[in-house]
């Protein structure tokens, strides 16, 4: 079975940090794009941020400059780090995962909530 367990949400002031972390099972992280995706109450799931296989990187306009997601393959995480926080980053974060030998097939976590305060 495969299980992605986001953590790390949590209630900050705007301009603080939050670290958010994805772990997975039942498959090599390393060997999937991953990634987070956010959505805010009444509002449509968004794309946040991307990593390749290879470590490549791709962010919406939205968190570029602010955030930084990365790979933690030795204990088969994702995760995301978000500085700078505004309240329109409020929203509950998923954790994604999308196997390069399987088109077609995400795998998402259950979600961490992010509250950013004025």
């Known amino acids: 079975q495969v299980q992605l367990v986001e953590s790390g949400g949590g209630l900050v002031q705007a301009g603080g940090s939050l670290r958010l972390s994805c772990a997975a099972s039942?498959?090599?992280?390393?060997?999937?794009?991953g990634g987070w995706y956010r959505q805010a109450p009444g509002k449509e799931r968004e794309w946040v941020a991307t990593i390749t296989s290879g470590g490549t990187t791709y962010y919406a306009d939205s968190v570029k400059g602010r955030f930084a997601i990365s790979r933690d393959n030795a204990n088969n995480r994702v995760n995301l780090q978000m500085n700078s926080l505004k309240p329109e980053d409020t929203a509950v974060y998923y954790c994604?995962?999308?196997?390069?030998?399987?088109?077609?097939?995400?795998?998402w976590g259950q979600g961490t909530q992010v509250t950013v305060s004025s």
């Open positions: 039942g498959i090599i992280f390393s060997m999937n794009i």
């Open positions: 994604y995962a999308r196997p390069l030998t399987q088109i077609g097939t995400n795998y």
